[in-house]
């Protein structure tokens, strides 16, 4: 009996190990089931092929409508008379060998002209005034009419002023007075009363035998001048050219006695005057003065501004 009892408790234990068994082999066989059945709807990712990434193409710009920048069609200039700082020209050269330098002024077809130390360093103050004349030109060039050109000659006898300031500085290199040189009523001396006489000069060996001279005919020769200056001191006044004075240096000298002290008529020492560069000038049909400045040492600048101003606008009375 309690044999047969065992085998009954053995065959039930038995059979609830089986059915434990059964259960977790049929719970654990579903599982598998559906992992499985997970795995395969679950898309495998196939090898795709890369996106094709748009390079950006550049695209040549649109040319834009360009306005052309206004460019000065060349309008005619109205020539000038000459540079800011005009360069002197070289008309020749002295005895020993220095230059005559003239500045030009302007560029019109009326020609007038200025020339200053005759007598080199006895009369060194007209050379001090043209400097400062062409000086003032170079910046104020307005006051040259645009008909007109202007010729400066600074030290017609450079040798005697580079010589002395006194007595001996009045000849060339040669002991030539220039002013006695030229060919009007030339001279090789000539009476001395009146005339200037503080040391032995001579008019040279013929009338225009100095290069000085030569060099300033020539000029003269190849401008068509109307009207001529001619610088000494001292005090004597206004000396109109020719012998006698011809209607256009006559006229010259009364326009510019009007806006100066200078005396005018000139006050007259007696002197017999030959070979005069002035009287020349006469000769050539050119109005022509002497102006003698007040003293042997000022420019009177001032002075000779407002005659330069009258000088300019003078007309030759034909």
């Not at 800011?84 to 020609?111: D, H, K, M, W």
């Not at 062409?134 to 010729?151: A, C, F, K, N, V």
């Not at 013929?206 to 005090?235: C, D, G, R, W």
């Not at 040492?297 to 005659?307: A, P, T, V």
Request: proline share 10%.
């Amino acid at each position: 009996m309690r044999k047969s009892l065992s085998s009954v408790v053995i065959f039930l234990w038995s059979l609830i190990i089986l059915v434990i068994v059964g259960m977790t082999a049929f719970y654990f066989q579903d599982e598998i089931r559906e992992l499985t059945n997970l795995n395969k709807s679950t898309p495998t990712p196939s090898k795709t092929a890369p996106l094709l990434t748009a390079t950006p193409t550049q695209v040549p710009p649109t040319p834009s409508a360009t306005i052309p920048l206004p460019t000065a069609s060349p309008s005619p200039i109205p020539p000038t008379a000459t540079p800011a700082t005009p360069q002197p020209q070289i008309i020749g050269y002295s005895v020993a060998g220095r230059t005559l330098e003239v500045y030009q002024f302007g560029n019109g077809p009326i020609e007038k002209m200025i020339v200053a130390g005759i007598h080199g360093g006895y009369e060194y103050n007209t050379i001090i005034l043209a400097g400062e004349l062409i000086q003032y030109l170079e910046s104020h060039q307005e006051i040259i009419p645009p008909d007109h050109t202007l010729y400066i000659l600074r030290a017609f006898n450079p040798d005697g002023f580079e010589r002395s300031r006194g007595f001996g500085g009045r000849a060339n290199e040669n002991n030539v007075d220039l002013n006695r040189n030229f060919p009007s009523n030339w001279k090789i001396e000539w009476p001395r009363p009146g005339c200037w006489d503080y040391i032995p000069i001579t008019g040279g060996v013929s009338s225009a035998s100095e290069p000085e001279t030569q060099a300033l005919m020539a000029f003269v020769k190849a401008h068509n001048l109307q009207a001529f200056i001619s610088y000494h001191s001292a005090a004597l006044g206004i000396f109109p050219g020719g012998q006698p004075p011809d209607a256009g240096s006559l006229s010259l000298a009364e326009a510019l006695a009007g806006v100066s002290a200078y005396p005018y008529p000139p006050i007259d020492a007696g002197c017999v005057y030959t070979g005069q560069l002035v009287d020349w000038i006469s000769d050539q049909g050119i109005a022509g003065v002497d102006i003698e400045l007040t003293n042997h040492q000022d420019s009177d600048f001032e002075i000779n501004l407002g005659i330069l101003s009258v000088f300019l606008d003078w007309v030759h009375p034909e």
